[in-house]
């Protein structure tokens, strides 16, 4: 059994979006009290990235300027009305420099110690923010940037994203959309927010999005998991496995209409492991995305872990 390392910081717990707000701290409190229950979850701090790494997705302009834009007192939202829900906040700028720092921070674990399972536990998330644009509660792409980085600092040739939250991941299909050494491969729910992931969406043959349809049960989501995204990383053969797991595909969340079971992400979760383990020397780091339901999220979050301990 591995032991999985989890990256985390009271700094992420710091960032706040406004009273009745989805994305709040009780989600990360709610996951971090759950892994605590569990035995091989080893807690580490996570450090503030150089804004060098993040330079490495988001352009120095783009950055310089949203950090320009925290506010000192109150919210300031960085998106035009009608989609005016992604707040800074004046406790942001530590926030995202750790929630991208954990990803960087599990990279060097993987490549110089023998630990080969992270997890991620951070927020704000990162698979909406784009490469000059902040949305979906999202302002710098974490699983992007991480990907960069093992690419760049490491040498690592080919990785392979899987995406599991409910939305679709239009920030880091942005970014790799003519990245043939990049998998990324969605499930998410269409229609639904942000309105993108057709299966025509393609890039260099690299991007694989599986849209479904609001309504679907545990077999089918995991059918078509396995038939548009696993087949297709199986003969991608990646060194490195990234995942963005979000947890709002279960049936209890409030933002989305799937109808995933909590044992559900135990079965997704193995999937990957699987493939892992033959492909890429069982390495995998994941990242918390969405998940707004808290019950869920206490629930869900345990079998994601245990199933990656295989
Ligand atoms: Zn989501």
């Known amino acids: 059994m591995n032991d999985v390392i989890v990256y985390t910081h009271k700094d992420c717990f710091l960032k706040f979006n406004g009273n009745n707000h989805p994305e709040r701290k009780e989600r990360i409190e709610t996951v971090n009290n759950s892994l605590k229950k569990i035995n091989n979850v080893i807690f580490k701090e996570s450090e503030n990235t150089s804004l060098e790494n993040i330079y ?59 630990s080969k399972r992270f997890f991620c536990s951070i927020r704000p998330p990162g698979h909406h923010a784009e490469k000059i644009r902040a949305n979906g509660f999202c302002f710098f792409n974490n699983i992007a940037i991480t990907a960069k980085y093992l690419i760049n600092k490491y040498s690592i040739n080919k990785i392979g994203i899987i995406d599991f939250d409910v939305h679709h991941c239009n920030g880091t299909q942005d970014i790799f959309i003519d990245q043939e050494n990049v998998f990324l491969g969605s499930i998410h729910q269409s229609p639904l927010f942000p309105g993108t992931g057709s299966k025509d969406e393609k890039g260099k043959n690299n991007i694989f999005n599986a849209p479904i349809k609001a309504g679907t049960e545990s077999k089918e989501f ?50 990957i492991t699987d493939l892992a383990n033959i492909h890429c020397e069982g390495r995998i780091i994941s990242f918390l995305e969405g998940g707004y339901d808290l019950i869920a999220l206490e629930e869900a979050i345990q079998e994601h872990i245990k199933a990656l301990m295989i």
């Open 56 to 114: 490495l997705v988001h352009p120095e302009m783009y950055v310089k300027n949203l950090f320009n834009m925290i506010p000192n007192e109150g919210l300031k939202s960085v998106e035009k009305e009608p989609y005016a829900d992604t707040y800074l906040c004046p406790n942001s700028r530590n926030a995202i420099l750790k929630s991208v720092g954990a990803g960087i921070n599990a990279s060097d674990d993987l490549i110089k110690n023998k």
């Open 222 to 271: 995991i059918d078509i998991f396995n038939q548009t995204i696993i087949e297709n990383l199986d003969k991608f053969k990646p060194e490195v496995i990234l995942i963005s797991a979000g947890f709002d595909a279960h049936k209890r969340d409030p933002l989305a209409n799937i109808n995933l079971e909590s044992k559900d992400f135990f079965y997704l979760t193995k999937i």
